[in-house]
């Protein structure tokens, strides 16, 4: 089956326009989680969604930042505003249930913020 | 403070031998650890998780220990090819905690 899908694969703005960046878990998965990485740095945690649970928003760096998912589908991460420390790899990752389990992770979309 | 501590520094060693990596932990009570294989321009893969009461997980080639007295676990892979070369990730969960840290990673490369 299809594993975790992000679009766009790349984008490049302008500082202070806002983007949007869509993921599609794998089907079934109820947990569904964004990561932000940097250069050659690890992955930092910004969001998780778990079912119909609020989600936990420890993660997100700044107000700039929001996400949203619709059931146990699609979701999109917003960042409005956009600064040039904004600029990294988002990962998105699903997985069965509870944070615990294996994720699965989409290719990320690059993002540029010039 | 909590911190994940994997070895910055690339690691080089020549095809066939076995490669250990380490990831070091602070300030977590991890119920189970996680390793993920990441190449360049691509999200990380999973490759192994060992739980609390393991002390070792084969698969393959692959092998993981988790010491919860020493906070350390470490990643072995036998007989090293060209093709295992990639940047290896740690993650793990902490209690009461329900999302993933990872670690920063370590960067392998198996010279042929």
């Known amino acids: 089956g299809a594993g975790v899908s992000q679009s766009p694969s790349n984008k490049v703005t302008e500082k202070g326009k806002d983007v949007e960046l869509r993921c599609d878990p794998i089907s079934g998965h109820t947990a569904l989680y964004w990561y932000r990485q940097r250069l050659g740095q690890g992955l930092e945690f910004l969001i998780y969604f778990q079912g119909n649970s609020a989600p936990d928003k420890s993660g997100l760096p700044s107000d700039r930042f929001s996400a949203e998912r619709t059931g146990e589908s699609v979701s999109t991460l917003t960042i409005q505003r956009t600064q040039q420390e904004d600029s990294a790899v988002y990962l998105c990752?699903?997985?069965?249930?509870?944070?615990?389990?294996?994720?699965?992770f989409g290719p990320g979309t690059r993002l540029l913020v010039l | 403070s909590q911190k994940i501590e994997q070895n910055s520094e690339a690691l080089n060693i020549q095809e066939g031998k076995t490669a250990t990596l380490t990831c070091n932990y602070t300030?977590?009570?991890?119920?189970?650890l996680q390793w993920y294989r990441q190449d360049p321009g691509r999200g990380p893969v999973f490759l192994l998780l060992?739980?609390?009461?393991?002390k070792e997980k084969r698969k393959e080639r692959l092998k993981v220990t988790f010491d919860t007295t020493l906070k350390q676990s470490l990643f072995h892979i036998t007989a090293s090819q060209p093709a295992d070369s990639a940047t290896y990730l740690c993650?793990?969960?902490?209690?009461?905690?329900?999302?993933?840290?990872f670690g920063s990673g370590t960067r392998l490369q198996v010279q042929p």
């Open positions: 990752a699903s997985s069965l249930g509870a944070s615990r389990e294996t994720q699965y």
């Open positions: 993650a793990l969960s902490d209690t009461g905690r329900r999302a993933l840290t």
């Open positions: 300030n977590y009570s991890p119920a189970y």
């Open positions: 060992i739980r609390e009461n393991e």
